[in-house]
């Protein structure tokens, strides 16, 4: 078994024909074309809903949670009952037997079986609420992978051109030292950055790998379904449409599914403790039967037996009953509390993030502008190649840091997404990452 199944997860893709078909239904694009060229994270969300085994969990859940439904439907059968003596000293003419046949019918009292019902169908909600709390968390968690991809190849593209620049700062340094126009110690710091530039260079390609691997769990696929595809993440280059803050309150708290869920546990807990109440009524069971008793023929109609509430009337099931009920309200609440909390840092974070991004717009822009200006002085001989390098050097790290602010931005639109738990509109204005290839620049 454990070799069929890791033979099965093996087996998985993202061009197998049963994926095509469930992509042409969730999109609607009939001319969807296949194999894919580029995956975008939209699709390679449709393909985590899938493959996901935690949708499968989840799905599995609100099948039993549906299954009691049923359980609680269910009609208490009649007992059917066939006595039987034998009298060794009959005295009658009759055979010397006792025999026949009874039935005991239940009979649920106080709307038990209603109450029993609402329960289950309550948990039934709660179950199928707690699907789309899944979806959104294998949404959410392919939008961080994704992210974390995107983040680490706009990296290493910009590190690459640090790393280059710098080696060539390095090279050039080294041969002024040996015409004696350089010193031991200028050497040493340009070496000592080259080696910090290569180092980050080296770690931004661990955090592409570590994010692919993440971006294959979340889908459900081996790694190596996702080397064979070419990703297109270019749209957390863009902006988003962010509603009002009000707005983003309103949708917080009734869209949510999670809380929705939390209000539906809270409503079973209702009809539980509705039902402990009712069981303060006793349920009658009504006695049917024919009895041949040693030559005579009984014919038998009564109540076998109420439970008399004297001594207990239910009072712990319904202390449970309520105390379960005041915890279930607790926890709705403090989710509640939490999720306004979320919302409330996420908006301020949003806002913050904005706000730094803005700055190293204007950053990258002014030093843009004076790698041009250096980049004219170099060409009519005014400074030499070793000083615009440098210039080039420090343009690469103000692009890597508008690259931060970008990733920053694009979090925090994940966190205000995560707290409202609805997706925003993605536009296609203005593009955040100007993307300027530095040795193209200078060597115009």
Known sequence: MPAALAATFEARSL????????????????????????????????????????????????????????????IPNPVLQLPFEYSANAAGTGRPYT?????????????????????????????????????????????????????????????????????????????????????????HLVEIALTQAQNDLITAQGALKDASTQLANVIGLPLSALSSIQLDFDEFALTVTVPSSFEVRRMAIYSRADLQSSLAEYEATQAALQLEIAKQYPDLHIGLGYTYDVGTNKFGLGIPGITLPLFDQNQGGIALAEAK??????????????????????????????????????????????LKNQTNSFRIGAIDRLTLTRYQADFDLSQIDHLNGVVAVQRAVGALEDAMQRPFVVTNLPNLLNRVDTQEEISR
């Open 325 to 370: 009920r005041t915890e279930a309200a607790a926890r709705t609440v403090a989710l509640q509390d939490t999720i306004i909390n979320a919302l409330d840092h996420a908006l301020g974070g949003y806002e913050t993030s904005l706000e730094a991004l803005n700055l190293s717009s204007t950053r990258l822009a002014l030093a843009q502008k004076q």
């Open 99 to 187: 025999t026949g046949l009874a039935l005991d019918i239940p009979i649920e009292t106080a709307h038990k079986r209603g109450y029993r019902v609402d329960q289950s169908a309550r948990l039934s909600d709660a179950a199928r609420l707690n699907i789309a709390t899944a979806t959104w968390k294998v949404r959410s968690q392919v939008r961080d992978a994704t992210l974390s991809m995107y983040d680490a190849r706009e990296r290493i593209t910009f590190l690459t051109q640090k790393v280059t620049a710098q080696q060539q700062i390095f090279a050039m340094t080294q041969k002024r030292l040996a015409v004696g126009d350089a010193s031991g110690p200028d050497v």
């Open 15 to 74: 061009d197998s024909d049963a994926l095509h078909a469930y992509l042409l239904k969730q999109s609607g694009d009939n001319t969807l074309a296949w194999p894919l060229h580029r995956w975008n994270r939209d699709m390679l969300t449709l393909a985590a809903f899938y493959y996901s085994p935690a949708l499968d969990i989840a799905r599995a859940q609100w099948g039993t949670a549906k299954a009691g439904v049923d359980v609680a439907r269910a």
